[in-house]
């Protein structure tokens, strides 16, 4: 009974902020007579309440410029930064130059994604991480690998993210755990061991799943637990005899059944070659 109630409250909830009297952005209440746009709203291209560019609400905002793209040219300039922000997304590319200065940060980000990468480098500094993060996701090469610097953890992720395998050494020390476990999944495998002895368990058990021979025998040695459980899961059979007297239970119950499933394996073989024999 009281889901079905909170349920009809969230809806009345919505339908309230749907049908509230509207305002524009400095708290003036909204009328169309006398709006530049009067003619859209005979034409049902502008409805008050629902779609309207001088509303406070971005949805309505927006609403307004997905029915009239043309006019987002108009409004680049408008002291509402959630106008300016919306109108970013529709005007022409050719206008957003003027906006690389916006002092909102969600309106550069905004010119950062839609303006040809070669005029977006300059924001690679901006002081607003969402725009640095808008712009590393969307150069490559050099001016991508300069961003490894970036004083934030998570613009320095997409930076990893993006970068090809052989790119990724410069990240390998960086000081945030999540940025090096994507390096250790996709670094070229010729540079896993320089990941093998990283401070973070998880980043190592990383590089187990993916090391080879003498460093997957050396991560089946590690300290931590998991590390070791991935790489004896992986290792060749001739090196498992010497890892049964691990102190823990599950990791000896995992050497001692991956030793058994191998003895099959081997007698099946043998059986099966005598007779073919």
């Not at 980043?203 to 025998?217: C, E, H, M, N, S």
């Not at 049964?244 to 081997?266: F, M, P």
């Amino acid at each position: 009974m009281s889901d079905h109630a909170n349920g009809d409250d969230q809806t009345r909830d919505i339908s309230t902020w749907e049908t509230a009297e509207p305002h524009d952005w400095l708290g003036h209440k909204l009328q169309c007579h006398g709006c530049r746009h009067e003619e859209l709203h005979r034409d049902g291209r502008c409805r008050r309440g629902r779609v309207c560019v001088r509303d406070a609400r971005a949805r309505r905002i927006e609403r307004f410029f997905k029915e009239n793209p043309s006019g987002a040219n108009d409004y680049l300039d408008h002291p509402y930064f959630e106008v300016r922000t919306l109108a970013v997304r529709f005007a022409s590319v050719f206008r957003l130059s003027a906006l690389i200065d916006d002092p909102d940060a969600e309106v550069r980000a905004g010119v950062a994604l839609r303006l040809p990468v070669a005029r977006i480098e300059v924001l690679a500094a901006d002081p607003d991480r969402r725009v640095r993060i808008a712009v590393a996701s969307r150069l490559s090469g050099n001016a991508l690998m300069k961003m490894l610097d970036d004083e934030d953890w998570f613009v320095r992720l997409i930076v990893v993210r993006r970068l090809s395998a052989s790119c990724l050494l410069g990240a390998v020390h960086d000081p945030e755990p999540d940025v090096r476990r994507w390096v250790a999944r996709g670094i070229d495998p010729r540079y896993l061991a320089m990941l093998a002895a990283d401070p973070e368990p998880t980043v190592r058990q990383i590089v187990a799943t993916r090391a080879q021979d003498g460093l997957l025998l050396q991560l089946a040695g590690d300290p931590d637990i998991r590390v070791r459980f991935t790489s004896i899961e992986r290792l060749p059979y001739p090196t498992l005899v010497t890892l049964h007297d691990d102190d823990e239970k599950i990791i000896r119950d995992l050497v001692a059944r991956r030793l058994a499933e191998e003895g099959q394996n081997s007698s099946s073989g043998g059986e099966d070659h005598g007779i073919g024999a």
